[in-house]
């Protein structure tokens, strides 16, 4: 019984919005969205120590780009922003987030695995991978 109504419920909000989009005539192209805005509230994110890193923590995207290439990811998600980068064998994941209200994500944590299997991959030797390519 809750599944049938659940059933219904789910089908008419899908008929309703099938209707909407018919009724709005299908003529005009949707708006563009706006770019977000930068939040004013920052959650300060605990970064990793550079040893062995130097070179990639506190480096912003067009840095980490103009070292490792076109990053095979690159996915925003409010204020933060992960690269992701890939080698013969493992891949490279650089998140940025911002250290202050307004400024500009930077590197502030990295991860790396093997490309085979997804085990947990020396970190220094992936960025030396993944810059020879």
């Given amino acids: 019984m809750k599944q049938a109504m659940i059933t219904r419920t789910l089908l008419g909000t899908l008929l309703a919005a099938a209707l909407a989009g018919c009724a709005s005539g299908g003529s005009k192209p949707?708006?563009?969205?706006?770019?977000?805005?930068?939040?004013?509230?920052?959650?300060?994110?605990?970064?990793?120590?550079?040893?062995?890193?130097?070179?990639?923590?506190?480096?912003?995207?067009?840095?980490?780009?103009?070292?490792?290439?076109?990053?095979?990811?690159?996915?925003?998600?409010?204020?933060?922003?992960?690269?992701?980068?890939?080698?013969?064998?493992?891949?490279l994941d650089i998140f940025l987030y911002p250290v202050t209200a307004g400024q500009e994500p930077t590197a502030a944590h990295v991860e790396a695995r093997l490309r085979q299997g997804g085990a947990t991959a020396?970190?220094?030797?992936?960025?030396?991978?993944?810059?020879a390519r």
């Fill in 30 to 91: 949707a708006p563009k969205a706006a770019a977000p805005a930068r939040s004013t509230i920052v959650r300060v994110p605990s970064v990793m120590a550079p040893q062995g890193l130097e070179g990639v923590i506190g480096q912003n995207a067009s840095a980490l780009t103009r070292r490792f290439g076109t990053p095979r990811i690159d996915l925003a998600e409010g204020d933060a922003r992960k690269l992701q980068f890939a080698g013969a064998s493992c891949v």
């Fill in 122 to 131: 020396d970190r220094g030797a992936c960025i030396r991978e993944v810059e």
